[in-house]
């Protein structure tokens, strides 16, 4: 990760195939990695601290060694003295007696405190930065957590609540493809449990859901229940004149939601175009849909060349993925606030594409997985207004989800769903 910006989702498991770690050793493995990576900013400030020196000019092979090592001693139960003895024998492998004499020397004075002293220690004052010490003390850098409490508004209170779900391992959301099984078939036969929010979603404690028959055998795939809500909600909302089953996805890779939409659009006899302009993408897009009435077409949205006249699109626009941060330990490290500005762009520039797309009495839905204001209701309003339509109460097209904000827009959130941070805004062109 360090070295070529890999994603920890996508090496770890293939390391961990390769040399043949399973187990218990594969889920601590799992666990350094992933917490690690989403610790990093806290861990670092500790390192730095320790070692009287910035973590930029700490040897890249011993940095790692000691992040690795910081994170045993102050988010888990590993013992000191193994924790330190590792973390010794690794610097002794890799850069000989100098490294171990250093790490220990570090690993040491990391110990002396616990994470809450180290907390004190470092963190902005609480009374007068309290979203910078809540930053700090749950591993967020401060734009992040001050992107989610003006987002939460007057519920600003929330944030710790906020946080402390962002920085938890998320529990593993199947769903279940209608049409193929429902979701209390799929819960008995996987032993998961069935959710009140999406009808499609089942819940898992653990495990490994590719091993799982239904998912191999293309009944059910794994989806974020945030996301099964999102594409529920855009064949949920109310036309003016019939449905005439064309149905867009305009932001198709990597094809989870088109295969949700596809199953749906089976049903009744309907089909489903999604659009992806990354060929490698496509191509997760046409494993996702194999079987179903989804036909992909690698185009740029924005200028697609499909004919107009759908019934139903919807925009799960490019985003700075703020509310799946828990899915992705490492990507709150690697955005920065100049990353929103381009997206915000982007996303307006599809939300025309989509604006031309649909028919007069048609349904267009936005959706990001990030609740940041310029990306959500900015995007959603400005819309509306440039293109005119419509902003319908979105909170009407997803029942059984409460408290999702005052409307017309409506947004999960991870502390209140147990879903990613999803937006959600649906617009109807006037006849």
Known sequence: MRERDAYANLALPKLLRERRISGRDAAFATELTYGSARALGFLDAVIADAAGRPVADIDGPLLD?????????????????????????????????????????????VSRSSADEWIDALAPDAAKDPVGH???????????????????????????????????????????????????????????????????AVHLDGGDPGSLEPVRD????????????????????????????????????????????????????????????????????RKAVSDLPVDVHVVDGRDSGLEPGYDRILVDAPCTGLGALRRRPEARWRREPSDVGPLVTLQRELLAAAAELVRPGGVVLYSTCSPHLSETVSVASDAARRHGLVELDTRELIPGVGETGDGPSAQLWPHRHGTDGMFLAALRKPL
Not at 84 to 105: C, L, Q, W, Y
Not at 188 to 193: I, K, M, N
Not at 257 to 270: Q, T, Y
């Open 65 to 109: 060694i000691l992040r690795l090592g910081t994170y045993q001693l102050l988010r888990t139960r590993t013992p000191t003295h193994a924790a330190v003895a590792t973390s010794v024998d690794m610097a002794r492998t890799e850069r000989g007696k100098g490294g171990a004499g250093f790490v220990n020397a570090v690993l040491r004075k």
């Open 134 to 200: 809540l930053a700090f003390r749950y591993a967020h850098p401060r734009w992040i957590a001050q992107a989610f409490a003006d987002a939460l508004g007057s519920r600003a209170d929330e944030l710790e609540a906020l946080l402390t779900a962002d920085d938890t391992r998320p529990a593993v959301h199947l769903v279940a493809l209608p049409g193929r099984i429902t979701a209390e078939e799929l819960a008995l036969v996987v032993g998961g449990t069935e959710s009140e929010q999406s009808p499609y």
């Open 218 to 285: 293309g009944l059910a795939r794994v989806q974020d229940e945030g996301s099964q809500i999102v594409a529920r909600a855009l064949t949920l909302a109310p036309l003016e004149g019939e449905d005439g089953g064309r149905w867009l996805d305009l932001c198709a890779g990597p094809g989870g939601k088109s295969a949700l939409l596809g199953a749906l659009a089976d049903i009744d006899g309907f089909r489903v175009d999604a659009v992806e302009p990354a060929e490698h993408r496509a191509e997760l897009v």
